[in-house]
């Protein structure tokens, strides 16, 4: 992991730092990470809905956090992403990612997430990716 602490992750990362990502949680193939809604973000300014992509960006980030905590893991990057929008986040409400790799090979990490809201059972969406990564020797 990058840094000595688990924030140090999103501070590595320019653009999940410039949209407020905060790590929550991270260790052995798990993460959570959660974005405060913000009007910069909003992709209907009529309802003031948060922008499918900085969603998409929250559960990528939470996916790739997930796989670096995989023990062994030095490196990743997203070879596949399917998301699946199930519903508008409410406005106002901060959106809270978790991911964890349910399937693990030598290169390759198989991640499932969801997103929700700060008020629901029912998520805002759901992934499924596939992430390679590079080991750290001896694992």
Same mark, same amino acid.
């Given at each position: 992991?990058?840094?000595?602490?688990?924030?140090?992750?999103?501070? &590595?990362?320019?653009?999940?730092?410039?949209?407020?990502?905060?790590?929550?949680?991270?260790?052995?193939? !798990? =993460?959570?990470?959660?974005?405060?809604?913000?009007?910069?973000?909003?992709?209907?300014?009529?309802?003031?809905?948060?922008?499918?992509? =900085?969603?998409?960006?929250?559960?990528?980030?939470?996916?790739?956090? =997930?796989?670096?905590?995989?023990?062994?893991?030095? *490196?990743? &990057?997203?070879?596949?992403?399917?998301?699946?929008?199930?519903?508008?986040? !409410?406005?106002?409400?901060?959106?809270?990612?978790?991911?964890?790799?349910?399937?693990?090979?030598?290169?390759?990490?198989?991640?499932?997430? *969801?997103?929700?809201?700060?008020?629901? &059972?029912?998520?805002?969406?759901? =992934?499924?990716?596939?992430?390679?990564?590079?080991? !750290?020797?001896?694992?």
């Amino acid at each position: 992991m990058v840094g000595n602490s688990p924030q140090d992750f999103i501070e &590595a990362l320019p653009f999940a730092r410039a949209l407020g990502m905060r790590l929550e949680e991270i260790g052995d193939g !798990k =993460a959570r990470i959660s974005m405060d809604w913000d009007p910069r973000f909003v992709g209907d300014p009529a309802t003031g809905v948060i922008h499918g992509g =900085a969603v998409s960006a929250l559960m990528d980030t939470c996916g790739g956090a =997930a796989v670096m905590s995989y023990p062994g893991a030095l *490196t990743t &990057a997203t070879i596949d992403l399917r998301i699946d929008y199930m519903r508008a986040a !409410k406005p106002g409400q901060r959106i809270t990612a978790e991911a964890e790799c349910y399937h693990v090979t030598r290169r390759v990490a198989f991640v499932r997430a *969801t997103a929700h809201d700060e008020d629901s &059972a029912n998520p805002v969406a759901t =992934a499924a990716g596939a992430f390679t990564f590079d080991r !750290k020797e001896g694992h």
